[in-house]
């Protein structure tokens, strides 16, 4: 029998009128069993290596939890998965006797994951662009997110390093991808988030105002961040300014 079929099954025997046969019951259990292995298998496939670090007994009684807690509200597994991701990162009984940089291993994995099915806009895809300079507004690639860690968890060692990692895909690929930036750009997305229509001029001074480059040689901080603006033009990170 498919999916489908047991979905209306369900349906149909929690609504009837007459009496459910204790044998239509199993029928329940069968499509609870097959829901719950399907969600299951897509968490191990979206926290591979959270799941080799942890081991298979703590991630899936962390998954048991979530969905007793928190059940599933979208019809969108990805979304189901992304918000287990949530739930994991503060999850104690999981991360209590795991190792140190589980924490940050789950919040990479689950920013590849919704990195992986973000959709590009088609009216920002479709916008009359310029190169970056600093009278215009920045356009940023929409999947991209970044997250300020404590271990290298992109490479198998993660040895202790305090970074800024920025999770993306480019718009001419599927492939999730990712390179170390620095906080102080970090601080200007986040600015730029927050002030709409601002122009990248006036989020640099604001960041200096701030004191962001606190204590840094002013013409060597603006020549760091045009570095990095340009190794984000590069990256396809921005795509440019609003012409």
């Known amino acids: 029998m498919k999916l489908s079929e047991y979905q209306r099954a369900m349906v149909e025997l929690s609504f009837a009128e007459r009496e459910v046969m204790p044998e239509e019951l199993a029928a329940f259990g069968l499509y609870r069993h097959m829901i719950r292995a399907r969600l299951f298998a897509m968490a191990q496939v979206a926290f591979r290596r959270t799941w080799a670090l942890l081991g298979d007994e703590a991630c899936s009684a962390s998954f048991s939890r979530y969905l007793a807690l928190y059940p599933p509200r979208s019809a969108l597994i990805r979304e189901v998965i992304s918000s287990f991701g949530a739930f994991a990162e503060v999850d104690v009984l999981l991360l209590g006797a795991g190792a140190a940089h589980a924490g940050d291993l789950l919040r990479f994995e689950g920013a590849k994951w919704r990195v992986g099915s973000a959709p590009f806009d088609s009216a920002l895809m479709g916008a009359k662009l310029r190169e970056v300079d600093f009278d215009g507004v920045l356009v940023v690639n929409p999947t991209l997110e970044w997250l300020s860690l404590s271990f290298a968890v992109t490479e ?13 895909r480019r718009r001419d690929s599927d492939d999730v991808r990712w390179y170390r930036g620095s906080s102080s750009f970090a601080a200007l997305l986040s600015l730029h988030s927050s002030r709409s229509g601002a122009s990248l001029g006036s989020l640099v001074q604001e960041l200096f105002s701030s004191g962001v480059f606190s204590g ?10 045009a570095a990095e603006l340009a190794v984000a033009v590069e990256r396809d990170v921005l795509w440019g300014v609003l012409s």
């Open 156 to 168: 198998e060692s993660a040895a202790a390093s305090s970074h800024t990692l920025f999770v993306y």
């Open 216 to 225: 840094s040689d002013v013409g060597a901080s603006l020549s760091d961040l």
